[in-house]
């Protein structure tokens, strides 16, 4: 009897380390390992890594080069960030509540719910696997938008991919500037950050297409915008003057706020950019104010320089 248990223990140790190196797991591989454990050996997920240049992480070009299949293990990562249903976060409301009654720390975050930071990266690392992967093997932009839609938890980790991957695929920044007109409220909220966090490499032949998107309803889809546009506009008195517009016109301070920011990343010097940020320096809402009066006092102090 006692050798039973020893056979069925040493099985039961076979088979959980079996499971947890992918042996069973049914993902692709590439050069003996899975998809999931490439994603974890990114450099995003390791320490550092090299912004706007995917082709410099080795598990990155791994995951390209198992191609296709690698697809729906992506995709199924990012949608372990779906909403719960009313009976699950009934559930994990009330586990958090339980585990606080044994807690030294009486506050407990009850939601959102915390995700393990090796989770919240793999959001990040499989959306950037899907940018490069590309729309040619069923990935890019648009199966990145339906699957964040249905996964909103997701959304925050999986658009710093971005950051990560800037303007390597070509299909990416048209695919997020055409989603900038979509219908819907969440995707356009989530290209238009797309696009500010791409904002270093977001090239001026797209200006038009952002200026377009300055009139959006969401205050958050202008304020992403506007900050685009204080990278993308460098030397463009055009969109100085739209910035100018929209920092005296703008009924909402958060508008407000951005625009004022985007007009200091501009470096814009021109009288109309000056005088409308002594106007707004006695803004109605304090935020915007002590902003203008920051960016007042260094753009007064770059134009003095260059004057010079």
């Known amino acids: 009897m006692r050798k039973t248990?020893?056979?069925?223990?040493?099985?039961?140790?076979?088979?959980?380390?079996?499971?947890?190196?992918?042996w069973f797991s049914g993902e692709p591989k590439y050069q003996g390992t899975t998809v999931?454990?490439?994603?974890?050996?990114?450099?995003?997920?390791?320490?550092?890594?090299?912004?706007g240049e995917p082709n410099t992480d080795p598990a990155l070009q791994a995951v390209k080069a198992i191609g296709r299949a690698a697809v729906p293990v992506c995709v199924s990562h990012l949608e372990t960030g779906r909403e719960p249903s009313p009976l699950r976060r009934r559930w994990l409301m009330a586990r958090a509540a339980v585990e606080g009654r044994f807690k030294s720390q009486r506050t407990v975050q009850v939601w959102p719910p915390r995700f393990p930071?090796?989770?919240?990266?793999?959001?990040?690392?499989?959306?950037?696997?899907?940018?490069?992967?590309?729309?040619?093997?069923?990935?890019?932009?648009?199966?990145?938008?339906?699957?964040?839609?249905?996964?909103?938890?997701?959304?925050?980790?999986?658009?710093?991919?971005?950051?990560?991957?800037g303007t390597s695929e070509p299909s990416t920044l048209p695919a997020l500037l055409a989603g900038l007109k979509d219908s819907r409220l969440p995707a356009r909220q989530f290209c238009a950050e797309a696009v500010s966090r791409m904002a270093?490499?977001?090239?001026?032949?797209?200006?038009?297409?952002?200026?377009?998107?300055?009139?959006?309803?969401?205050?958050?889809?202008?304020?992403?915008?506007?900050?685009?546009?204080?990278?993308?506009?460098?030397?463009?008195?055009?969109?100085?003057?739209?910035?100018?517009?929209?920092?005296?016109?703008?009924?909402?301070?958060?508008?407000?706020?951005?625009?004022?920011?985007?007009?200091?990343?501009?470096?814009?010097?021109?009288?109309?950019?000056?005088?409308?940020?002594?106007?707004?320096?006695?803004?109605?809402?304090?935020f915007v104010a002590a902003q203008a009066i920051t960016t007042f006092d260094r753009l007064k102090k770059v134009h003095e320089d260059r004057s010079e």
């Open 36 to 51: 999931t454990q490439w994603l974890d050996a990114m450099a995003y997920a390791n320490g550092p890594f090299v912004p």
């Open 200 to 286: 270093p490499w977001v090239p001026p032949t797209v200006i038009s297409t952002l200026t377009n998107a300055v009139s959006d309803p969401d205050p958050m889809v202008r304020a992403y915008v506007i900050g685009t546009l204080g990278s993308a506009g460098k030397g463009d008195f055009d969109v100085a003057q739209l910035l100018v517009n929209v920092l005296t016109n703008s009924p909402d301070a958060n508008t407000r706020l951005a625009a004022v920011r985007a007009l200091d990343d501009l470096e814009a010097t021109a009288s109309v950019v000056i005088d409308a940020l002594a106007r707004a320096k006695s803004d109605g809402d304090r």
């Open 5 to 22: 248990w020893i056979v069925v223990a040493s099985v039961a140790v076979i088979v959980f380390v079996a499971w947890y190196r992918g």
């Open 117 to 165: 930071d090796n989770t919240v990266k793999r959001w990040t690392c499989a959306t950037a696997a899907l940018i490069c992967l590309g729309p040619d093997r069923g990935a890019g932009v648009p199966k990145i938008i339906e699957t964040v839609l249905a996964a909103p938890l997701a959304r925050p980790a999986a658009v710093n991919a971005f950051f990560l991957t």
